[in-house]
């Protein structure tokens, strides 16, 4: 059996060092650590093939690694937030948008940001390369503007160093000459490498028609030029900076050693200086007594004592000291399915070393794919367990949990309405009280976000009766762990309820709470019904269109991602959808005057649509408008379903031969309404403009022949489709 979880390693960022290091952590998880890994991103990119990406070379997929994925088959919690500071006297990082994260043990590996304040004009005007994690989508807009210019334009790049170098060669390279690059450094080319390779990527670039400007330092920027101190300003139509990075700014309030540039200081082990809790590695970290440059090569080399340094911690074993190399292997690609190689003294180009190099990083980013062998899990469950009310979670967590939780949202959250027995709910007057309850086990391992999309997917059931939400309480169930790391989940989860009950506007006024096997999250929800017109389940006209607000697919997704199959796109895509609430689709459908309003939720589309129809009227259903989530269609053709997938084809009972994905169950899934053709329009303008991007009009109702309640418009069944 695993041993009980009890302290919370938690790394910051998608780096190199970090990524190598979780490899090497998964396969051998440190006994009694939960590892979490937060990211501003879900796509951490891979230095070494971004030229490659941008000259055209490689696909998205295969120049980044899927961090939700890659954390998925490897039992590793994933949290999408922006780190925003780090309070060490207390164990939290501070995140964008959500409470704080507790840790026993931290890891940093959150690399640098550009440098623009040192020149005038050139934060205003200037595309920064970094931070990596951007830089293709910054790319792709950049080059779409190229694309409808009306003749070739003038780039120029900032930067004499590796990445700037690879960057105008494939710049150029995916341009095709349909622009004039320049390259400007402002010392020589390529500082501290061979003579030899830098004559050899001074002939690459002239052969390219590459201009280069040594020891030309840029004094100022302007909208349509750079000063570098010549005669004439260097005119250009989109500047590319290169150089010069900087650390996170928070890193200043964190009272960690910084060196003169504001950057972490470590020792040979890895960990901050002063902070035996904290490791630093790759760019965002100095190490104090062998410093090296900012370089991919030097992150990746630090992995492996990395690794080996945050088990030990754990573990309260001896740590490890990392030297870094002296002399290592530098492969600069040049645009073309051409490199140049250097090691020390010696240097090699051509369309071989490109090819070795191609090798090189399909290997390592081999790493990252797939399903790990051999992988130990994580998961830890203690011996005993009592059931019933014996299950209950302590009144001193309780207590303290809801304490914190109440002075972070004090208008939604009152302890004393959590000491009374039963909650008692007073409205106005000629109100109605609409009550729903919907529990849901862990679709993911993020328990604040977990919490938020409990709490919309239990408010749908009232905004899709056209009900104000009033007052909830929620049930919860916290699988085993001990103590300590039983109060942060249970307090990440209840601010992710609290937040989205604030926003909602509903007083939480009680709850319960157990532990068990698993996660679950639950909610009671009351609304009121008051002058306001409700929205009904059934009704309905003939002629009346058909429009469902959110895209379908949460439920294949996530049963694919139970074995590792589903992309990082799909994944943030679900995620998304399931946050948006339904609380303005409510509101536009009653202005609208929707004759008939359901969620669709686990009964999947077609069943939740049998239930609005009358006896006397029928469904048309055009399968090809029905909007899906990002990459369902390739998870249905690959045979994965849901496991409520069956029950719901069981449940409709029809002959025809409907696509996979009207079967499918919604966790927070979007509003099913019937509205006039008169009105369609103005509903489809409001709703878009409210953020439901995806609402679309799927299909229309007649009068029943008494055929098939459901049938389709399409002639033929566009099978997984």
């Not at 919690?77 to 006297?89: E, H, Q, S």
């Not at 590459?210 to 004094?219: A, G, K, Y």
């Not at 071989?352 to 790493?367: G, L």
């Not at 369609?680 to 953020?691: N, V």
Request: with cysteine.
């Amino acid at each position: 059996m695993a041993a009980p979880l009890r302290r919370d390693l938690v790394l910051l960022g998608g780096g190199h060092s970090h990524m190598l290091a979780l490899t090497r952590l998964a396969m051998d998880p440190p006994a009694g650590a939960r590892l979490t890994l937060v990211s501003d991103t879900d796509f951490a990119p891979y230095s070494g093939m971004l030229p490659g990406l941008v000259a055209g070379h490689y696909s998205f997929h295969e120049a980044h690694i899927d961090l939700r994925r890659f954390c998925s088959t490897r039992n590793l919690r994933f949290v999408r937030a922006a780190v925003k500071g780090i309070d060490p006297n207390l164990g939290r990082v501070h995140l964008e948008g959500r409470p704080p994260l507790e840790y026993d043990l931290l890891s940093i590996n959150i690399g640098a940001q550009p440098e623009l304040d040192s020149v005038p004009g050139a934060s205003e005007y200037a595309l920064p390369v970094k931070p990596v994690g951007t830089l293709y989508r910054r790319w792709t807009k950049l080059r779409e503007r190229l694309v409808g210019a009306a003749g070739p334009l003038r780039i120029v790049l900032v930067g004499g160093g590796a990445g700037s170098v690879e960057l105008a060669f494939a710049v150029h390279h995916r341009l095709d000459g349909a622009a004039d690059v320049q390259l400007v450094c402002g010392r020589e080319l390529l500082p501290g490498y061979n003579a030899r390779v830098q004559k050899t990527v001074r002939q690459a670039l002239a052969r390219a028609g590459i201009t280069l400007h040594e020891h030309s330092r840029v004094q100022a920027v302007h909208a349509d030029s750079v000063d570098t101190g010549a005669a004439e300003p260097l005119g250009y139509d989109e500047l590319l900076w290169c150089t010069g990075v900087a650390p996170a700014g928070w890193l200043k309030a964190t009272g960690f050693p910084l060196d003169d540039k504001g950057f972490l200081v470590v020792d040979d082990t890895l960990q901050v200086q002063g902070h035996p809790g904290v490791f630093a590695a790759g760019d965002v970290a100095v190490q104090q007594k062998h410093p090296r440059p900012r370089a991919g090569v030097f992150a990746v080399r630090q992995a492996p004592v990395l690794a080996h340094n945050l088990a030990a911690a754990v573990a309260g074993a001896p740590l490890r000291k990392h030297r870094p190399q002296q002399m290592f292997l530098s492969l600069l690609s040049l645009g073309e399915k051409r490199a140049v190689a250097e090691r020390g003294p010696l240097a090699a180009q051509g369309h071989w070393v490109w090819r070795w190099k191609d090798r090189i990083d399909r290997k390592f980013m081999e790493r990252f794919a797939g399903h790990p062998q051999d992988m130990t899990p994580s998961a830890a469950a203690m011996d005993m367990h009592c059931g019933g009310c014996g299950a209950k979670l302590p009144a001193d967590m309780l207590r303290q949990s809801l304490a914190i939780v109440a002075s972070a949202y004090p208008r939604t959250v009152s302890l004393q309405r959590f000491q009374d027995d039963a909650a008692v709910v007073r409205w106005p007057a000629g109100s109605a009280l609409v009550q729903s309850v919907d529990t849901l086990r862990a679709l993911v391992d993020d328990v604040f976000l977990m919490g938020r999309i409990a709490a919309i997917h239990a408010l749908s059931d009232l905004y899709a009766m056209g009900a104000e939400p009033h007052s909830a309480q929620a049930q919860l169930c916290l699988p085993y762990l001990l103590p300590k790391l039983q109060q942060r989940d249970l307090q990440q989860i209840m601010m992710g309820i609290a937040m989205e009950l604030e926003q909602a506007g509903c007083q939480m006024v009680g709850g319960h709470s157990m532990e068990g096997p698993e996660l679950s999250v639950g909610l009671t929800v009351n609304g009121l019904l008051s002058g306001a017109p409700s929205l009904d389940k059934q009704g309905g006209a003939a002629g009346d269109l058909i429009v469902l607000t959110k895209p379908l697919g949460t439920g294949v997704a996530y049963a694919a991602a139970m074995k590792g199959e589903t992309v990082g796109e799909t994944l943030a895509a679900a995620e998304t959808s399931m946050l948006c609430s339904n609380a303005e689709a409510s509101r536009i459908a009653r202005t609208q005057q929707a004759s008939a309003c359901t969620d669709v939720t686990g009964f999947g589309l077609l069943c939740h649509l049998m239930e609005m129809l009358p006896s006397d009227l029928a469904a048309e259903i055009d399968p090809q408008s029905v909007p899906l989530l990002p990459g369902v269609d390739a998870l249905l053709q690959a045979g994965y379903r849901s496991t409520m997938h069956d029950a719901n084809v069981h449940s409709v009972r029809s002959a025809l031969e409907w696509p996979a994905f009207c079967y499918d169950p919604q966790t927070s899934g979007g509003l099913l309404m019937f509205v006039s053709p008169a009105r369609l329009d103005k509903l489809l303008e409001a709703l878009h403009a409210a953020g439901y991007s995806s609402a679309s009009a799927i299909g229309s109702l007649r009068a029943r022949d008494g055929g098939e309640a459901l049938c389709m418009t399409a002639e033929e069944s566009p099978g997984d489709r």
